[in-house]
């Protein structure tokens, strides 16, 4: 397991992956994720990663609400030294923005999870709901707008991130 987990060259069979997730009680695309979206981006995927800018006044204005330890820049900074790992990889963007921290989506062709973040409550009290497109301009439609408005108005996250996967300090 070892061996797999430190060479990114060296992806175990199915069998093997389903073994090793179900002895640690985990899904197979946590343990390889990095090697599942990078395989995906060289097979001409799109892999965006749209995050706050751990230093934004709308960041600052969240750690404020949730007022817990681990604090929404730090866990910033925890996702850009994970995605670090993509930086040189072809079709992986990954950008910032100002705002609006408020969504986790997770798009697949014509489905989608959406975590819509509420008030006062912190990420893992949050829903998720499972979308999928049915019709024009149904619930699918509207976040997938929301979430390319929010592309669109965001710049560059590699130019921001610390080179080396270092977290940057608070």
Wanted: proline content about 5%; overall charge negative.
């Amino acid at each position: 397991m070892e061996r797999w987990v430190q060479d990114e060259t060296r992806i175990p069979h199915m069998r093997h992956q389903w073994a090793a997730a179900e002895a640690l009680g985990a899904e197979t695309a946590v343990l390889w994720l990095a090697k599942v979206l990078k395989r995906k981006a060289q097979q001409a995927c799109q892999v965006r990663f749209l995050v706050g800018n751990p230093e934004s006044d709308v960041t600052r204005r969240r750690e404020e609400v949730e007022n817990v330890p681990l604090t929404v820049s730090t866990r910033i900074r925890i996702t850009l030294s994970e995605i670090e790992q993509l930086r040189d990889v072809p079709g992986v963007e990954v950008r910032f923005g100002d705002e609006h921290i408020a969504m986790s989506v997770l798009r697949f062709d014509a489905e989608m999870l959406v975590t819509p973040h509420l008030a006062k409550l912190v990420g893992h009290d949050f829903p998720m709901l499972h979308l999928r497109r049915y019709q024009e301009d149904g619930l699918f439609d509207r976040f997938a707008y929301h979430a390319s408005e929010l592309w669109s108005n965001s710049r560059d996250g590699w130019q921001q991130s610390q080179p080396s996967g270092q977290i940057p300090s608070d």
